[in-house]
């Protein structure tokens, strides 16, 4: 996962996390002029599994053209892309899980 990519989830956890967050329109501030953008859970979901699908498919052609004996392919190019790739994955299963937990832990409260 690259700099940018990381910040941008800070970033999502961080509007995710604020105190002033509307839920399902509400709360959040009182004023109209300083009201925050929503963002869409699931599209933000869906673009988030999409990079991780791009980085696997990028590390899986970048490690094809090497084993096809590509003369522009290094093989410390196909080692970041699959560590890249791996590291991505195991966000995504971490978020999930955390999600997964989450859902549970909603799941077992009494009303």
Do not use: C
Request: hydrophobic share 40%; charged share 20%.
């Amino acid at each position: 996962m690259d700099i940018t990519n990381a910040n941008s989830v800070v970033s999502l956890m961080n509007s995710v996390l604020a105190p002033t967050s509307t839920v399902g329109g509400i709360g959040g501030s009182a004023g109209g002029d300083d009201a925050k953008v929503s963002v869409d859970f699931g599209s933000v979901l869906k673009s988030s599994l999409d990079r991780v699908d791009a980085s696997q498919q990028k590390a899986e052609s970048v490690s094809r053209s090497f084993e096809m004996g590509s003369n522009d392919v290094d093989l410390h190019d196909v080692m970041l892309s699959l560590q890249k790739a791996n590291i991505d994955m195991q966000t995504a299963v971490q978020v999930r899980n955390k999600l997964v937990s989450a859902y549970q832990s909603i799941m077992s409260m009494s009303i």
